[in-house]
């Protein structure tokens, strides 16, 4: 079993910053993927960030030098560092990782429960 725990999000003033924090544990054998996604009330769920274990990293051109993804392999981390925040960027923010259980088994996919960010004067 995989767990994936997000924390961080909250109420933030426009050009305020925030951090998320997002935790992978359980039965891990290889992760290759993590990444942070977003979705705003009506819309579809967007990709924000990921960055793969090799090094690979992409942000949504929304984002680009504002966001900074940044990943731990150790611990099975991914935080994202929000910086000059604009109203447009609320949403829930989920983590994502694509990862595999045992030697040779399937990658799959693994979303947490999702933290709410809200950028609001």
């Known amino acids: 079993q995989v767990q994936v725990v997000e924390s961080g999000g909250g109420l933030v003033q426009p050009r305020g910053s925030l951090r998320l924090s997002c935790a992978v544990s359980?039965?891990?054998?290889?992760?290759?993927?993590m990444g942070w996604y977003r979705q705003a009330p009506g819309k579809q769920r967007e990709l924000v960030a990921f960055?793969?274990?090799?090094?690979?990293?992409n942000y949504a051109d929304s984002v680009k030098g504002r966001f900074t993804i940044s990943r731990d392999n150790a611990k099975n981390t991914v935080d994202l560092q929000m910086n000059s925040l604009k109203p447009e960027d609320t949403g829930v923010y989920y983590c994502k990782t694509i990862l595999r259980t045992q030697y040779e088994s399937p990658w799959s996919g693994y979303w947490g429960q999702g933290t709410q960010v809200t950028v609001s004067s």
């Open positions: 359980g039965s891990i054998f290889e992760i290759n993927f």
């Open positions: 960055k793969t274990t090799s090094g690979n990293t």
